[in-house]
């Protein structure tokens, strides 16, 4: 397989994407259904502000394949269709006003002309890395998530605070314990002393 920088114009919505049912569909009717999904304006909003913020994830590029003088997405069809309605390629629906409130507020020069993307050789070859991302672990050969802990740790989250803490007030603890049996100690000395003391009188 082979990177690529290639033009959001010459890239194309999936119609066999997993997500959606879309066999014959336009780009149109399947950025549709992209939105009809539970939360799929809002999840499309944040994802648009996002790009429009940070630019393009530069650690998870576009899977496609090469069809004719146009490359179809394989994977990254949410995050393509999020530039695609920022450069105004495609019409946000009338059926989801949110969406074209916060489009309005968007330039077309915010969206990347072009994306970084892994050609595949076909459709079926880019199916074993698609799986591998989307089916979970797969007994370590998948993506593994975060769990709270490893997420809380990577954002300098309480869980470390947590650890730290502990550590302090355990040091602290065995700090107040090791002065308080030399003050014991002490004692035990001077009152060695003054008995040893009577004893030769």
């Known amino acids: 397989m082979r990177r690529k920088s290639i033009p959001v114009s010459k890239l194309r919505l999936d119609a066999g994407n997993p997500r959606l049912e879309g ?58 269709a999020a530039v695609k309605l920022m450069a105004r390629q495609i019409a946000a629906p009338e059926d989801f006003p949110k ?12 969206a990347p002309k072009a994306v970084a993307c892994v050609v595949a050789p076909s459709r079926a070859a880019g199916r074993h890395w698609i799986d591998r991302k989307h089916s979970g672990p797969a007994g370590g050969a998948g993506t593994k998530q975060w769990g709270p802990e490893q997420k809380s740790r990577f954002s300098g989250g309480t869980t470390r605070r947590t650890s730290e803490e502990s550590f ?27 008995s040893d003391s009577g004893s030769l009188h």
């Open 23 to 80: 066999e014959g569909m336009t780009e149109d009717d399947l950025v549709y259904a992209l939105l009809e999904a539970e939360r799929g304006e809002n999840e499309m909003i944040v994802l648009i502000e996002d790009i429009a913020d940070k630019g393009f994830s530069p650690i998870d590029l576009v899977m496609v394949f090469e069809d004719g003088e146009s490359f179809v997405v394989l994977e990254g069809n949410r995050r393509v």
């Open 99 to 110: 969406l074209a409130k916060r489009l309005a507020t968007i330039k077309p020069s915010m």
């Open 168 to 194: 302090n007030s355990s040091l602290s603890r065995r700090s107040s314990e090791f002065v308080f049996d030399g003050e014991r100690l002490s004692r035990r000395i001077r009152s060695r002393r003054t």
